[in-house]
């Protein structure tokens, strides 16, 4: 008998909040969907990007709760994150926005999922597999990544002629939308213009059009007037911003739906003079009380967020991250400020928008967006329903 087999999955202790864990604001989460919806021009739907596991919120919990809440549109990045929406249940549009080996076109028969189209090419192999599969066609704009270039409408045109393909939309991915310098917007909108001179062509043909998508968040807010069937939010839907500063267009009232805990296990005193940690980083300069949380780089907090880069709060006050971020701990000087006792609470990601944890300001400070630092989010972290 294979020994891993002998300890049955049910004896581990997770769900816990003994160690360090995501709490997720369901209402938060409905309300931005809610927001981003009233702001997209009648007609147009919310296509929720739920890929890379929610962006480490947990994609299928995330889908359920929109799903429920009557959104029903999802994009993934892959083929199995796809195949994990349909087996819990999701019902609606999903999108494969990535590249899905050919071989593996049963399953998104299977599965009812819609693969982009990434080429011309990709896109007669696909067929050849000899299942009807729903596709979207993505157009390259300018971001020369993926898509069927602009300029070549006959190449769309000639797809919509192949014998399993359904083509249920196109689209195209901005690649500056985030930015509002001249030069961006520029770009931005030449990347608009080209993509619905390509959309006229295939209208000229006399194909009628399928569902049109452009925006992501960024797109829905500096560009909110352009008229889509789908704005494909993802960053936007968990209610943060990439970067800090961000200026937009339009200012939307949105929600921090992640929340990122841990608890001191740990308290020592250390003398001036000692230090603490991999490659004694830090040396305390006056006698230092210490807390030890159990949460490092493997559960996805950025080891260029150590040093004093990074801090956390406990009991309402804001402590230094000492030393170097380990795999699986790290330090905080709690010498100042209220008592602090083992079991305290701390938090490393804060809901309120205008903290100094929001993950878009610790993501600046870790020298990443906050896009990376989320959808990092390790495997080891249970995500809980906030309790309220
Ligand atoms: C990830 C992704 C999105 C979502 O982007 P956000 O900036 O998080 O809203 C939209 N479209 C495509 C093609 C993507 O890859």
Redesign the pocket.
């Known amino acids: 008998m294979n020994p891993a087999q002998q300890e049955p999955l049910e004896e581990l202790p997770y769900p816990s909040r003994d160690r360090s864990w995501i709490e997720i604001n369901f209402e938060n989460l409905i309300h931005n969907a809610r927001v981003l919806q009233d702001a997209m021009p009648s007609g147009c739907c919310l ?1 929720a ?1 739920v ?2 596991n929610g ?1 480490g919120h947990g994609a299928i919990e995330i889908s359920r709760c929109l799903n429920n809440a009557g959104v029903t549109a999802f ?1 993934v ?1 892959t083929l199995e994150e796809g195949i994990q929406l349909r087996q819990a249940g999701i019902q609606g549009l999903i999108l494969v ?2 590249y899905t080996p050919i071989n593996k076109a049963s399953l998104l028969h299977r599965y009812r999922l819609t693969q ?1 189209l990434i080429d011309d090419e990709y896109a007669r192999a696909l067929d050849k597999q000899g299942f009807p599969l729903s596709v979207h066609i ?1 157009i390259d704009t300018g971001m020369h990544r ?1 898509g069927i270039s602009w300029d070549h409408p006959n190449q769309a045109i000639s797809l919509f002629s192949l014998k399993n393909l359904s083509i249920c939309g196109i ?1 195209t ?1 901005l690649a500056a ?2 930015s509002l310098s001249l030069s961006d917007i520029a770009f931005t909108k030449e990347q608009i213009r080209r993509f619905y001179i390509l959309t006229g062509e295939i209208q000229n043909s006399g194909i009628p059009l399928p569902k049109l998508h452009i ?6 807010l500096n560009y909110p007037y352009l008229h889509c069937d789908y704005v ?7 209610g943060v911003s ?1 970067a800090v500063p961000s200026s937009t267009l339009l200012k939307l009232d949105l929600r921090p739906v992640l929340v990122l805990k841990s608890r001191v296990i740990l308290l020592r005193n250390v003398r001036s003079g000692e230090s603490v940690g991999y490659s004694r980083a830090f040396v305390a300069a006056r006698d230092s009380r210490i807390a030890i949380l159990p949460l490092g780089y493997a559960d996805g907090l950025p080891r260029s967020y150590g040093d004093g880069a990074g801090m956390v709060e406990i009991k309402g006050q804001n402590f230094p991250i000492v030393g170097r971020i380990c795999m699986d701990q790290l330090a905080v000087d709690v010498t100042t400020g209220p008592q602090i006792a083992l079991g305290d609470v701390a938090t490393i990601l804060s809901e309120r928008p205008e903290s100094l944890l929001s993950a878009s300001l610790v993501a600046a400070k870790a020298g990443t967006i906050s ?1 990376e630092l989320l959808s990092r989010l390790g495997k080891r972290l249970p995500v809980l329903e906030s309790s309220l």
Not at 215 to 220: E, F, H, R, T, V
Not at 232 to 238: E, F, K, N, P, W
Request: no cysteine.
């Open positions: 296509m990007v890929k890379a962006y994009a990045a926005l990535g982009t993505k993926l689209y991915h939308a985030d925006q992501s968040s960024y797109g829905l494909r939010a993802g960053i936007a839907l968990y990439s896009n």
